[in-house]
T-cell receptor, first 109, second 115 residues
Framework: GQNIDQPTEMTATEGAIVQINCTYQ??????LFWYQQHAGEAPTFLSY??LDGLEEKGRFSSFLSRSKGYSYLLLKELQMKDSASYLC??????????WGAGTKLIIKP | IAGITQAPTSQILAAGRRMTLRCTQD?????MYWYRQDLGLGLRLIHY???????GKGEVPDGYSVSRANTDDFPLTLASAVPSQTSVYFC??????????????FGPGTRLTVL
């Protein structure tokens, strides 16, 4: 079967760095997406990786290793507004997105 | 309007009733999707449409139907609602259906409770 694993919840301190991991087992791979979802709101796109390596976008970076079925989202200089759920999704061989359950990130002052 | 709109925002429905959730996008995106989101589970695809006039089944299509008569609208119908369909429903759209073009834009969601 297809499976996306992420930690359920993480806690970090304002101003710090946090890494959210995602491992996957899917039928085919056509890219990996990270989305941010604030409570009660819709998911919004953060990043897309299809090749191995690190993609940097401001305070957020996303890494992919296709051979290991592994990705992480790195958030630097954490702000209180970064408190949200972070969703990992993999595009399978049918170009459908398979979603993880999300990681709830709690930022403390 | 800009982006994707969904209606209603929330709804309480008696079991056995028929309900249509509306979704409209103004981005001229080819592909549209319906997901449900339940606590502790990832978003699950119900139905999708890669282009106007075509639809496909996702992971959890039973009890739901869709139509795509034009580019902008993608309604989701529950023919006879059951309590297990209580969920938050998100409509999404994307310009393409592969690779980076599959960045999906989401509507604000409809919170549905079936009693």
């Amino acid at each position: 079967g297809q499976n996306i694993d992420q930690p359920t919840e993480m806690t970090a301190t304002e101003g710090a760095i946090v890494q959210i991991n995602c491992t996957y087992q899917t039928s085919g791979f056509n890219g990996l997406f990270w989305y941010q979802q604030h409570a009660g709101e819709a998911p919004t796109f953060l990043s897309y990786n299809v090749l191995d390596g690190l993609e940097e976008k401001g305070r957020f970076s996303s890494f992919l290793s296709r051979s290991k079925g592994y990705s992480y989202l790195l958030l630097k200089e954490l702000q209180m507004k970064d408190s949200a759920s972070y969703l990992c999704a993999v595009m399978d061989s049918n170009y459908q997105l398979i979603w993880g359950a999300g990681t709830k990130l709690i930022i403390k002052p | 309007i800009a982006g994707i709109t969904q209606a209603p925002t929330s709804q309480i429905l008696a079991a056995g009733r028929r309900m249509t959730l509306r979704c409209t996008q103004d981005m001229r995106h080819n592909a549209m999707y319906w997901y449900r989101q339940d606590l502790g589970l990832g978003l699950r695809l119900i139905h999708y449409s890669n282009t106007a006039g075509t639809t496909g089944k996702g992971e959890v299509p039973d009890g739901y139907s869709v139509s795509r008569a034009n580019t902008d609208d993608f309604p989701l119908t529950l023919a006879s609602a059951v309590p297990s369909q209580t969920s938050v429903y998100f409509c999404a759209s994307s310009d393409g259906t592969s690779g980076g073009d599959n960045e999906q834009f989401f509507g604000p969601g409809t919170r549905l409770t079936v009693l």
